[in-house]
């Protein structure tokens, strides 16, 4: 997935299953320069299926979700 943040931001990334479970944390407040990032996750343990992953910038200055479709 990428992610673009504008400018130097701390930054959590997390993953739910279509339940609304958490199932995965990418980044948990870590502080990530501007520009665009790609973010790789090891997908081996989990099911084909939705996902969701969240993505909150500087403590809720910016969140947004999107969904996540993942094919084995």
Known sequence: ???TIPESRFTTLKLYDILGREVATLLNNEEIEG?????EFNAEKFSSGVYFYRINVNNGEFVQIKKLMLMK
């Open 1 to 3: 997935s990428r992610i």
């Open 35 to 39: 520009g665009e990032h790609e973010i």
